[in-house]
RNA sequence: GGGCCCGUCGCCGAGCACGGAUUAAGGCGUCGGCCUCCGGAGCCGAAGACCCUGGGUUCAAAUCCCAGCGGGCCCGCCA
């Protein structure tokens, strides 16, 4: 017999003996669904049900009398995989029986290997996954580094979960940034790359950005010291002060490159005005400036894809802010907002009034807004006609929808607002089923305990370096350990030991709290770390191995240890976890289980002998169990991206 | 000023969406043990928490509601 979710098997035979038992017992009882948990200790069974509490009082009668009541009741002819249910403490508890549990449990993993744990939706859909979507402006730094994993985690959870599912990289080539990578990259005569290149193009960007800063605050502290503005002139040189340190960092940290920038930029009388004079072009898409802009962001983006080859993850689709613009996608969609009666203008800006759709369509309820939230404006077009991020942002989330019926925004939190108003304009424009169907996966940044990251000063630790020094400790780590193997075999085990052990760092903590990086955190190799799940899951082949035999018809109800019938369990409730992440996209409950599943296998290794075991049925059921741990650890990691090594 | 998120042992953190049984999981750090045994990136044990505070709902609250305090983020003709 092959089940795809033992567990579920054994609630939904309890909820049916206990609906039954009500009926006859307590026919004047109404329960519209009966509830189950799980008991706080073992010995209380492995499921168990409230109800008395509950009919207590409608029934005026003591809980515990009920239970003991429920569970005499119940029909023991009609037991598969229930043992017994007992009354205590006012609960009617559930015992499983083992004997057939375990051999459920444990020939459907055999039967379903890779697939076991991946119950597919009944509602399959189209899903696009939008996530990274960093500027193309300097590498992809550690704060922005939880993003990918995170989307990349979900892409594979939804994905196994029986929809669609698409990957889609938000190139953000439209703003002013893109015009001041693009402008310093002109003023260096266009150079070739002489390192990984988008580490080359973020510092162009800071240095660039920084000079052009000090430039205009002198202008703007000139000015108001004419005036005589003296609130204005105290504010512009604190910021002057701050820029002109940048500076002194950038300068030495990159000594030519500084000399050579701050030569030709100081050459112009205002820079400012030139880099504008490109973002209108570039917007309005004249040859010249579209060739340039793209140049510098391919560059930089070739140097994303390097590092996303490295950590295995993969786009379907890049998709390029300014095609939007350039297109009719916008303005089209500006026409429909118009339309809507929900824009407004002032002083030649076109504002979205948010409230109002939410307060007309009645929406606080569907967006979980309180009653007199206040839900603030958007401004969707400057008053030089040029749009506005969350506006070109409509027009790509309707393109989206063209593709897909549902869309997940993997975005940091603090753009909650921005993502709340792009949902309310779906829903003034009428789409209201996709308005439905958008979510925002928020999650909290990564912070440094020194200072505060920004990339605009070029104050961050780059993802890559993360990875380095991770692949670089692990080696050190994997050289210490197991001497014995090639240097070819140890930079194998380092690579994805380093790797894993990063990207389970930062999908392991919940996405509402911050994560406050620091190196022992991210490289952590010990318990409750990737390197500790790689660990587990290379023993369990290890011993495999070792064995050299493949057990034929293990006698499972021998696995008689409670050990082993904790290991059973979490087994056997890999496919409700997985449906509870899949639903509620919770990619660290996989992390988790995958750390408790690993954490209750060692227990059992130090305590009982597999192969050794007392007689060779025995082993034959360990080792049967032994390859079902294997399994799901395997399809825990997969899930998360991380490696399930045979050696390591 | 308004809004959103968060507050659990010295530190980090599960559990909270769906309230349940006087043992609130782990990990780090501290202290003490374990290789005649299948991989010690491991295992066992000890110490350490009135779950921010105060109210409320309930037979039952870390979990739900209200108020307060503390921290992060947002409220731009930036993205």
């Known amino acids: 017999m092959v089940s795809v979710n033992p567990f579920a098997e054994f609630r939904q035979e309890c909820q049916n003996i206990l609906a039954e038992a009500l009926k006859t017992a307590l026919p004047e009882a109404e329960v519209e669904t009966v509830p189950m948990g799980k008991p706080s200790n073992p010995s209380f069974g492995q499921l168990a049900s409230s109800v008395s509490f509950e009919l207590a009082k409608h029934l005026k009668r003591k809980p515990a009398d ?44 055999g039967q379903l290997g890779g697939e076991y744990g991946f119950t597919k939706t009944d509602q399959p859909a189209k899903v696009i996954v939008e996530h990274t979507s960093v500027n193309p402006l300097h590498p992809i730094h550690i704060g922005q580094a939880r993003n990918p994993m995170l989307g990349d985690a979900l892409a594979r959870i939804l994905s196994r ?40 193009v973020g510092k162009i960007y800071t240095i660039t950005a920084c000079l052009v800063e000090i430039n205009r605050l002198k202008r703007q502290l000139e000015q108001a010291k004419a005036v005589q503005a003296t609130e204005d002139t105290e504010k512009l040189s604190r910021e002057l002060n701050e820029w002109t340190t940048i500076a002194s960092e950038l300068e030495e940290k990159h000594p030519q490159l500084f000399k050579a920038l701050s030569e030709k930029i100081s050459q112009d009388a205002n820079p ?14 004249e040859p010249q400036a ?21 950590v295995e993850i993969s786009y379907d689709s890049w998709d390029w802010e300014s095609d939007f613009v350039w297109s009719s996608q916008v ?15 002032e002083g030649g800006v076109l504002e979205f009034d948010a409230k109002k759709v939410v307060d007309t369509q009645n929406l606080r ?60 304009a779906l829903y003034a424009l009428g789409y209201e089923k996709q308005a439905e169907n958008f979510v925002h996966f928020a999650y909290n940044l990564v912070t440094l305990p020194g200072y505060k990251m920004s990339s605009r000063r070029g104050h961050y630790i780059t993802f890559d370096e993360v990875l380095d020094e991770a692949v670089k400790r692990a ?22 030991v380093g790797i894993g052990a990063v990207r389970y760092a930062l999908i392991d903590v919940d996405t509402g709290k911050p994560v406050v990086f620091t190196w022992d955190r991210v490289l952590n190799f010990e318990t409750n770390s990737a390197p500790y799940v790689q660990y587990t899951h290379a023993r369990a082949c290890s011993i495999l191995r070792k064995a050299a035999r493949k057990p034929q018809n293990p006698a499972y109800e021998l696995l008689k240890e409670n050990l082993e019938r904790e290991l059973v369990l979490a087994l056997a409730s890999f496919p409700d976890v997985f449906v509870e992440c899949a639903e509620y996209l919770k990619p660290n409950m996989v992390a988790d289980y995958a750390n408790a599943l690993a954490d209750k296998f060692n227990t059992f290794y130090n305590a009982l002998p597999v192969i050794k075991a007392d007689s060779t ?16 650890l395997s399809n825990a990691l997969n899930l998360i991206g991380v490696t399930a090594p045979e050696k390591m």
């Open 617 to 632: 049925q025995l082993a034959d059921a360990r080792l049967a169990l032994t390859d079902a741990i294997r399994v799901v």
């Open 365 to 424: 309820g569907k967006l979980g807004l309180r009653a007199e939230q206040e839900v603030p404006p958007l401004t969707l077009v400057r008053a030089d006609g040029t749009t506005l991020y969350t506006t070109r942002d409509v027009a790509y989330t309707l393109w989206k929808f063209d593709r897909a019926e549902r869309v997940v925004n993997v975005i940091g939190m603090e753009q909650s607002l921005a993502q709340l108003q792009l949902k309310i």
């Open 66 to 109: 009920l239970a003991a009541q429920l569970a005499k009741a119940v029909d023991q002819t009609r037991f598969t995989l229930i043992a017994k249910v007992e009354a205590a403490g006012g609960y009617v508890n559930f015992h499983v029986n083992f004997d057939r549990f375990s051999t459920l449990t444990l020939e459907s993993i």
């Open 161 to 200: 979960r029986g929809n669609q599912v698409s990957r889609h990289y938000y190139i953000d080539d439209v703003g002013r940034q893109s015009s001041v990578v693009a402008y310093g990259y002109v003023k260096l005569g266009k150079p070739v790359p002489d390192e990984k290149a988008d580490h080359f």
């Open 272 to 285: 400012e005005e030139e880099i504008n004079r490109l973002n209108r072009a570039y917007e309005n898409g």
């Open 475 to 496: 080696f050190e780590e994997v050289s210490n350990r197991s001497p014995q193997l090639t240097e070819e075999e140890k930079r194998e085990i380092a690579d994805f």
């Open 290 to 310: 579209k060739q340039l802009i793209r140049e510098v962001s391919d560059i930089c983006l070739e140097g994303f894809r390097q590092t996303q080859k490295r």
């Open 331 to 345: 303005s089209d969609v500006l026409g429909q907002l118009q339309d809507s009666g929900y824009v407004y203008s």
